[in-house]
């Protein structure tokens, strides 16, 4: 078997040199707002016609849903089940890089590991058309923005927000990267039912890792065993990951890392944005079936 291992990202080879002496840090492609120096239209171009296979394993999230939860998780799955796997340095999200990136992310040996935060309709077509198993990650959308809050104002490649009053009406306007959370939540909710998709949520993961784990596990057809889905549990609790960041994520760990914590979005909200993200819900997801999944009311009322 492979050894324990995870990914992470490498910024100084996926950086995107700025062409001009412009200071945004965002750039709208097809009206979606992304980082300019992760992201560029020619990599989007490339992504059209990038060649997937069935055998790839996609990780979708909207950012601050657990990206990098899941990543850690399923390479330590796929390692455990391939002895020959060998993951990248790098954490391959599909539309960080340039073009080169995407020759290099389709040159490289199975089993591929991509994670992105695309919308659905986004997502290169071929993905669907070869049944590639995808698993999706969403988490409550109150703890999401107010991660996501920290995360525009630690992290160098996103712009500083003057406060969390003007960043809760970015999201709810869905005028931050990768446009809106319900937006979202309403494409993968259409999706639910198809078998080479597994949505799980941050929140059923916290409350009980080994068997979201295993539900993973099972999904992808990892022959593992209990001993061995519930090591892997051990090592992918917050606190394990962030105690090991420094090793696995280096300078991005404190930008990555931060509380993990259901519930967080009360030391932020005030009453009257609680409702204004209550009535939100209500109109785009409580009558459907991953607004259900949500548990809105168990994670989201004060």
């Not at 090592?235 to 509380?259: V, W, Y």
Request: aromatic share 12%; proline share 5%.
């Amino acid at each position: 078997m492979a050894e324990e291992t995870t990914g992470f990202i490498k910024l100084d080879k996926l950086l995107i040199p700025l062409k001009d002496n412009k200071n945004e840090l965002m750039f709208s492609y097809k009206g979606v707002l992304y980082p300019r120096r992760l992201c560029c239209a020619e990599t989007f171009e490339a992504l059209e016609t990038m060649k997937v296979r069935k055998d790839d394993v996609l990780i979708a999230a909207y950012p601050k849903c657990g990206t990098n939860w899941a990543v850690h998780i399923l390479n330590n799955l796929v390692a455990a089940s391939y002895k020959d796997y060998l993951p990248g340095k790098t954490l391959q999200v599909l539309e960080f890089g340039t073009p080169e990136t995407v020759k290099e992310m389709e040159d490289q040996p199975p089993p591929r590991v991509f994670t992105t935060h695309l919308h659905y309709n986004n997502i290169p077509k071929s993905v669907f058309e070869n049944k590639v198993k995808i698993l999706v990650i969403f988490r409550n959308p109150k703890d999401t923005a107010v991660s996501y809050y920290h995360f525009y104002n630690k992290n160098p490649l996103l712009p500083n927000v003057s406060s969390w009053d003007e960043f809760f009406q970015m999201f709810m306007n869905g005028e931050v990267g990768w446009r809106s959370y319900f937006e979202h939540a309403l494409a993968w909710d259409k999706h639910m039912d198809e078998e080479n998709i597994l949505i799980l949520t941050y929140e059923e993961l916290k409350e009980n890792l080994y068997e979201g784990i295993k539900l993973i596990a099972d999904f992808y057809a990892f022959p593992l065993s209990e001993e061995k889905i519930k090591a892997i549990a051990d090592k992918a609790t917050f606190q394990e990951m962030n105690d090991n960041s420094p090793q696995t994520h280096g300078a991005l760990g404190p930008i990555i890392f931060r509380k993990g914590e259901v519930g967080d979005w009360k030391t932020l909200f005030t009453e009257a944005q609680s409702q204004e993200m209550d009535a939100k819900f209500e109109e785009c997801l409580a009558a459907t079936k991953l607004g259900r999944k949500l548990q809105y009311d168990k994670y989201c009322k004060f």
